[in-house]
């Protein structure tokens, strides 16, 4: 007893005063990061001059490299797991990531990361983009039509991680697209309820999934020619085909005579090419 009453009295006098004014200890080990992080990304966009453009739901964390692999970059962001990015989009945009960087990363609404950039560098911002998706994605969901509110069809290539989202929304439906400064889209969302409801309604024209295309092997009578092409096959004999705007480069340089594998939407429309492996001469 006597010993508890000596440390009391020791320890009373010294830390009653710093005890009464201190702020209690916070809630979460992580606090300070997370305060330090929201500072960084605040500067960076003080500093540059630039103001971020995001769809709703979209938000921005600063985190900081661990390691860079061959394909992939390791970021710590502050959670339990660290977050993996690919290497291609810094390789693309022409920066370099190492160790100790602190990277802006794109988080959407369903929390993945769509985008990243080098803090402290101006990175030539993202662009947002009103509008309808023209018509059905092909097979790889790689590239997109968009026809804008002007009444301008584009072509966009979309990054991996937002695929499945644009394959979500509905030909017709209007749509806010994010691209980012190589104009690949990165991410997408409805334009507004009303397009939300309007996608409930019309879920026949969501693009077709991965493969789910008929595909047809033949060879070539009449090469591209006013966005036709005529083809050859055993089961069809011999056919001609609108060939979307999307492949028509794939298809462009192939001549009469050489074999090829289309796959066929529902309008009977080239969707997709694939130019079977020739074989090799003996």
Do not use: W
């Not at 004014?21 to 330090?36: L, Q, Y």
């Not at 911002?125 to 969901?141: D, F, K, N």
């Not at 509905?170 to 400064?181: A, K, R, S, W």
């Not at 005529?230 to 492949?247: E, F, M, W």
């Amino acid at each position: 007893m006597q010993v508890l009453l000596r440390s009391l009295i020791i320890c009373g006098p010294l830390l009653g005063a710093a005890c009464q004014h201190a702020a209690p200890p916070p809630a979460r080990v992580d606090k300070p990061a997370v305060s330090f992080r929201s500072a960084l990304l605040e500067e960076h966009y003080q500093r540059l001059g630039e103001q971020p453009q995001l769809l709703s739901g979209d938000r921005l964390v600063v985190g900081t490299v661990t390691a860079v692999a061959s394909e992939q970059i390791k970021v710590d962001i502050g959670e339990l797991q660290p977050r993996f990015v690919p290497v291609k989009p810094s390789e693309e945009k022409r920066f370099t990531v190492q160790p100790g960087d602190e990277l802006i990363l794109t988080l959407n609404e369903q929390n993945l990361v769509v985008d990243y950039h080098l803090a402290g560098e101006r990175s030539g911002g993202h662009s947002v983009l009103r509008g309808s998706i023209a018509q059905h994605l092909p097979v790889g969901h790689d590239r997109v039509v968009i026809k804008t509110t002007e009444g301008r069809e584009d072509s966009f290539e979309i990054r991996p991680a937002s695929r499945s989202k644009l394959a979500s929304i509905p030909v017709g439906v209007q749509g806010v697209f994010l691209l980012d400064e190589t104009n690949k889209i990165v991410d997408a969302t409805f334009a507004n309820p009303q397009a939300v409801d309007q996608a409930r309604r019309l879920p026949e024209q969501k693009s077709p999934l991965k493969g789910s295309y008929p595909r047809i092997d033949g060879t070539i009578i009449e090469p591209l020619s006013q966005d036709r092409i005529t083809i050859k096959t055993q089961d069809r004999g011999q056919q001609s085909y609108h060939v979307r705007p999307l492949v028509q480069e794939k298809l462009a340089t192939m001549k009469k005579g050489d074999a090829v594998t289309v796959m066929i939407d529902e309008d009977d429309e080239v969707i997709d090419v694939a130019v079977p492996p020739k074989e090799k001469s003996r």
